[in-house]
């Protein structure tokens, strides 16, 4: 089982990143899929999330600047993040959960994403 995520960088504030995470060895589809980050020295906080029928959620901080998408086909899941801030500095994680027992879930190894100017 992997998730690899991609698409991390350093990027001005105001800017925009899409993040990647592909996924292999489990069935993607049966999986719900989120996206994490954790800021140096603070706990990893939710920043979105996709059911597997497409339906979002967001943290309330990101609603409107981030979007999470996927493409089952390409097991793959998306953040496109605009309107960057140096608070959104953070490593960021992709996290799938299954909705049946036993409940598997996985973590990605995270992409750094840096905003600085």
């Known amino acids: 089982v992997q998730l690899v995520e991609s698409g991390g960088g350093l990027v001005q504030p105001g800017g925009s990143l899409r993040l990647f995470c592909v996924a292999s060895?489990?069935?993607?589809?049966?999986?719900?899929m989120r996206w994490y980050r954790q800021a140096p020295g603070k706990e990893r906080e939710l920043v979105a999330h996709?059911?597997?029928?497409?339906?979002?959620n967001y943290a309330d901080s990101r609603k409107g600047r981030f979007t999470i998408s996927r493409d089952n086909a390409k097991n793959t899941v998306y953040l496109q993040m605009n309107s960057l801030n140096t608070e959104d500095t953070a490593e960021y994680y992709c996290?799938?959960?299954?909705?049946?027992?036993?409940?598997?879930?996985?973590w990605g190894q995270g992409t750094q994403v840096t905003v600085s100017s």
């Open positions: 996709i059911s597997s029928n497409g339906s979002t």
């Open positions: 060895g489990f069935t993607f589809s049966s999986y719900a």
């Open positions: 996290y799938a959960r299954a909705y049946n027992y036993p409940w598997n879930e996985y």
